[in-house]
């Protein structure tokens, strides 16, 4: 007997209510309200809220703290994403390989993944520490004095934090990169051998290609989390020193949770809303993602 066509719309809205729910409390309605904030003064002790338009947007692009928050953000980006990008294609490629223990090695290049930022945050800082492993391992190979730690240093605090970053998330791309190669037709390598292709050739002109669509996706996410790094800056250097390590999630954090701006910290992070879509935009674009979905 066949279902009517408006009791179909019914029963499947009746199984998606649930889920657009809770969409609409935990997404669309913060996402309003932070937009709403954005142009009001209002802080959430006295409940006091005046409107004053664009004025928030217009001081975050003259505030100090904000800009070197920004710029800290966009090297953080531009120093993560690619390394760990190129770190977990490579490693994708190892252990893609028929190699004794080839098992053992995906599991322990993944399992930094599974375990808890903040854990992998507090283990870390323990590393950096003065007279942390690292400090002490170095002052023995007399490549540093031992007077401070790395995350005390304004040059090195940031790129300890990325370093970190990177050894935790290669692993996760990792997986996702050897997902697409296990898509790929043997038959192509094959034929790839016939014609006397190197391994260089093959990886060019086969295993490229043919990955671009998850390099697309791996670039996005990663992107996207890169410009959202919080818990390890709350956790190892609170955007210290000197603001050397500041992000722009974590400058939200401190206007809206510690000083209690909250309409100036939804318009800095409607600011980075809108930063990460541009990027986005424009890393799809130089995959051909448009082109492909336009065909």
Same mark, same amino acid.
């Given at each position: 007997?066949?279902?009517?066509?408006?009791? !179909?719309?019914?029963?499947?809205?009746?199984?998606?209510?649930?889920?657009? *729910? %809770?969409? &609409?409390?935990?997404?669309?309605?913060?996402?309003?309200?932070?937009?709403?904030?954005?142009?009001? =003064?209002?802080?959430?002790?006295?409940?006091?809220?005046?409107?004053?338009?664009?004025?928030?947007?217009?001081?975050?692009?003259?505030?100090? =703290?904000?800009?070197?928050?920004?710029?800290?953000t966009f090297v953080f980006v531009v120093g993560t994403v690619p390394v760990t990008t190129i770190l977990a294609l490579a490693l994708a490629l190892g252990v893609n390989r028929k190699l004794p223990l080839r098992g053992l090695f995906r599991a322990g290049f993944f399992?930094?993944?599974? %375990?808890?930022?903040?854990?992998?945050?507090?283990?870390?800082?323990?590393?950096?520490? $003065?007279?942390?492993?690292?400090? /002490?391992?170095?002052? +023995?190979?007399?490549?540093?004095?031992?007077?401070?730690?790395?995350?005390? =240093?304004?040059? &090195? &605090?940031?790129?300890?934090?990325?370093?970190?970053? *990177?050894?935790?998330?290669?692993?996760?791309? +990792?997986?996702?990169?050897?997902?697409?190669?296990?898509?790929?037709?043997?038959?192509?390598?094959? !034929?790839?051998?016939?014609?006397?292709?190197?391994?260089?050739?093959?990886?060019?002109?086969?295993?490229?290609?043919?990955?671009?669509?998850? /390099?697309?996706?791996?670039?996005? *996410?990663? %992107?996207?989390?890169?410009?959202? *790094?919080?818990?390890?800056?709350?956790? +190892? %250097? $609170?955007?210290?020193?000197?603001?050397? /390590?500041s992000t722009v999630v974590y400058f939200v954090y401190r206007e809206g949770f510690e000083k209690f701006r909250m309409g100036y910290a939804s318009a800095a992070a409607y600011v980075l809303f809108f930063v990460i879509l541009a990027v986005s935009i424009i890393q799809?674009?130089?995959?051909?993602?448009? $082109?492909?979905?336009?065909?």
């Amino acid at each position: 007997m066949r279902v009517p066509h408006g009791k !179909q719309w019914a029963g499947t809205f009746g199984l998606l209510l649930p889920w657009l *729910i %809770t969409f &609409a409390m935990f997404w669309l309605y913060p996402l309003a309200h932070s937009a709403f904030l954005s142009f009001h =003064d209002y802080n959430p002790l006295s409940g006091a809220m005046d409107f004053v338009g664009g004025l928030h947007f217009l001081r975050l692009f003259s505030d100090a =703290d904000f800009l070197q928050a920004l710029k800290n953000t966009f090297v953080f980006v531009v120093g993560t994403v690619p390394v760990t990008t190129i770190l977990a294609l490579a490693l994708a490629l190892g252990v893609n390989r028929k190699l004794p223990l080839r098992g053992l090695f995906r599991a322990g290049f993944f399992v930094p993944t599974l %375990t808890a930022t903040v854990v992998v945050a507090l283990l870390f800082v323990h590393l950096y520490t $003065q007279g942390g492993y690292l400090h /002490t391992l170095a002052r +023995m190979l007399g490549l540093a004095e031992a007077d401070r730690g790395l995350l005390l =240093d304004e040059r &090195a &605090a940031l790129l300890s934090v990325m370093a970190m970053d *990177i050894w935790v998330s290669a692993g996760y791309y +990792m997986l996702l990169f050897l997902a697409g190669l296990q898509q790929i037709p043997r038959d192509l390598y094959d !034929q790839a051998d016939l014609c006397g292709a190197s391994a260089w050739q093959k990886l060019r002109l086969v295993t490229l290609p043919l990955l671009k669509p998850m /390099t697309l996706y791996v670039v996005l *996410i990663n %992107t996207i989390k890169s410009f959202q *790094i919080f818990t390890e800056i709350f956790v +190892m %250097t $609170q955007g210290g020193p000197v603001g050397a /390590t500041s992000t722009v999630v974590y400058f939200v954090y401190r206007e809206g949770f510690e000083k209690f701006r909250m309409g100036y910290a939804s318009a800095a992070a409607y600011v980075l809303f809108f930063v990460i879509l541009a990027v986005s935009i424009i890393q799809a674009r130089l995959f051909g993602f448009f $082109q492909r979905a336009e065909r």
